[in-house]
């Protein structure tokens, strides 16, 4: 690791991803690309850095892409030069469809930014400096929400294993994508911090293979046993016996059910069921997209060919004339969801009456 953590973040312990610069003007990550061979902080202040940033995913998981979009709303709307409340607002808008643009499938993203609008709309009465500190304080308070959360959940996750359980994770689903102890992850890094042991398997996760460079980063750091396994390696582990849960994260759940998550997930769910391994879905009640009936409707984030052919590699692995089909996400049917585990309650199936009952 060469790089030291600025003031801007150290002066809160469980904001190590994503934070505000001492005086508020700026946003300051952890560039995730460049995990886990060294750790290094961004300071982003142009909107063109920020939407860069979710983009490039110098800033990724859906959770920590809500926090991180809040955070920037909070600094743009402070370059705002205007002084009259319709014109702050017609420029707040159009930061805020920028942002917005950048990731289609996680609803995160979509939930931070109508919270920020919100905030702006109810106060229309208030100075635009005060809307600017009240941003700001909406910002720290989709942050620290978000962190109660993942606690909540990680202890509910917990309930749901045993001290020397094998569990397989797919993606990235820990601090780094969201606060504190994470969603799929926080079980586990919290049954560690109380004495427990657990052997995790963690796929590649391709085509950016975040359960590689970035799961098996955070698990390893955190004294975890984990191992990590090609995508296609996921049934010989079921079919030997080493894994009583699979853990995964989540970018958007429709209101039966269905499940949007990193690509390989869905597969996974079908492995599972065969193998009579229950299978659990993390993510806090913000992933719930109840005006989304089934995943169906859920928008798949396309990506850049070049991710397969080229990314991580010292040649291309494939012809430039080979066609590449890129989705980010896949959509795991409810049925073969064991349990979805938000920081309100662990749902069940029928999961339209489950999820509606959160609420």
């Not at 991803?17 to 202040?45: C, F, W």
């Not at 590699?313 to 959509?331: G, H, K, S, W």
Request: charged share 20%.
């Amino acid at each position: 690791m060469n790089a030291a953590m600025p003031d801007a973040i150290r002066q809160v312990t469980h904001r190590d991803n994503v934070g505000l610069s001492k005086d508020g003007s700026a946003v300051v990550i952890i560039d995730q690309t460049r995990l886990p061979g060294e750790t290094v902080y961004l300071t982003l202040r142009s909107p063109e850095d920020m939407t860069d940033a979710i983009v490039q995913l110098k800033v990724r998981g859906a959770p920590a892409i809500g926090i991180f979009a809040a955070y920037c709303l909070s600094c743009l709307a402070g370059q705002i030069p205007s002084t009259v409340y319709s014109a702050f607002l017609s420029a707040f808008r159009k930061y805020k469809a920028a942002l917005a643009a950048t990731r289609p499938t996680a609803v995160n993203l979509s939930w931070a930014l109508n919270r920020m609008e919100q905030t702006v709309l109810d106060h229309s009465d208030k100075s635009i400096a005060e809307l600017c500190r009240l941003l700001q304080q909406e910002a720290i308070h989709i942050h620290d929400e978000d962190a109660a959360m993942c606690k909540a959940i990680s202890e509910k996750g917990l309930t749901l294993v045993q001290d020397g359980d094998g569990i397989l994770t797919h993606c990235n689903a820990g601090p780094l994508a969201t606060s504190r102890y994470g969603t799929a992850l926080g079980p586990i890094l919290l049954g560690t911090e109380r004495g427990l042991h657990f052997k995790v398997f963690a796929g590649e996760t391709r085509p950016l293979l975040q359960g590689a460079r970035l799961t098996t980063y955070e698990l390893s750091r955190a004294g975890v046993e984990v191992t990590l396994i090609c995508d296609n390696m996921a049934s010989s582990v079921m079919k030997k016996g080493w894994i009583q849960a699979c853990f995964v994260g989540c970018d958007r759940i429709a209101a039966n059910g269905d499940t949007a998550n990193k690509i390989g997930t869905s597969g996974l769910a079908v492995l599972a069921r065969y193998y009579g391994i229950p299978f659990y879905v993390l993510g806090p009640t913000s992933t719930i997209d109840r005006a989304c009936e089934t995943g169906d409707a859920i928008e798949i984030e396309l990506r850049a060919p070049e991710e397969i052919r080229e990314l991580y590699f010292r040649t291309p692995i494939a012809l430039p004339e080979v066609a590449c089909y890129n989705p980010a996400f896949d959509v795991t049917d409810h049925e073969l969801i064991t349990g979805i585990v938000t920081e309100k309650g662990i749902c069940r199936p029928p999961y339209t009456q489950s999820i509606a009952a959160l609420f």
